[in-house]
């Protein structure tokens, strides 16, 4: 600290000092608030994006005009699964509004709609929906699913354009634009989760 003299006063000056202490403080709240935009970023881009519901292809898991969350995080890691509800372009068009719709089918399966029963892999899945298919569409004969493609369903399987339309056909990894994950609840009272199904071995 340093004094001086002015017409008999004393003044005294305080040294300012910046210490690696004060530095080291500093850099930590703007590493933590740098950390912080880039988790909300993150999180906002993988599970914070949401669409709605167009038609009624997916009741009664999906209404028409029910918002549902996507997780654009998951499939960075993991493939689709069976059971999966997906989120994609059909035939990857930027224009389309994105399509909801159920994975039946990974690479490697082998797929065909026969007396209104879908057979997976040889095995019958009488339960996986609740009416028997009217239209087997392009399985009513066996197709063995590519790789890096998938053939998906409405879970309303006779009011639905899906994997079994020639329009739409299998869906490349490339066109899944995520994973719904949640859906709101009726009366926008909360979130509910995608119904899991389950597939006969």
């Known amino acids: 600290m340093n004094k001086t003299r002015k ?14 202490e004060k530095i ?24 914070g994006i949401k669409t709605s519901m167009i038609g009624s292809s997916m009741e009664p898991e999906l209404y028409n005009g029910q918002e549902v ?7 960075n890691f993991i493939r689709p699964g069976r059971g999966d509800v997906i989120v994609f372009r059909p035939n990857g068009n930027e224009n389309a509004h994105l399509y909801i719709k159920r994975v039946v089918g990974i690479p490697g399966d082998t797929i065909q709609i026969k007396n209104g029963v879908l057979i997976l892999n040889g095995v019958e899945q009488p339960l996986l929906f609740a009416d ?10 066996v197709i ?10 409405g879970d309303n399987c006779n009011n639905s354009e899906d994997s079994r339309s020639v329009n739409l ?3 490349r990894i490339d066109t899944i634009y995520g994973k ?6 009726a009366e926008n009272s909360g979130l509910g989760t995608i119904g899991k199904v389950y597939f006969n071995e």
């Open 169 to 171: 056909g299998n869906v």
């Open 69 to 75: 969350l996507i997780d654009r995080f998951l499939y």
């Open 7 to 20: 017409g008999g006063l004393s003044f005294y000056h305080k040294e300012k000092k910046i210490t690696n």
């Open 180 to 185: 719904a994950w949640f859906h709101m609840a």
């Open 144 to 153: 063995t699913i590519p790789e890096d493609e998938y053939f998906v369903m």
């Open 132 to 141: 028997r298919i009217e239209e087997a569409g392009t399985a009513s004969e």
């Open 24 to 47: 080291a403080h500093a850099f930590g709240y703007l590493f933590w608030a740098v950390l912080a935009v880039i988790l909300s970023y993150v999180l906002v881009w993988a599970v």
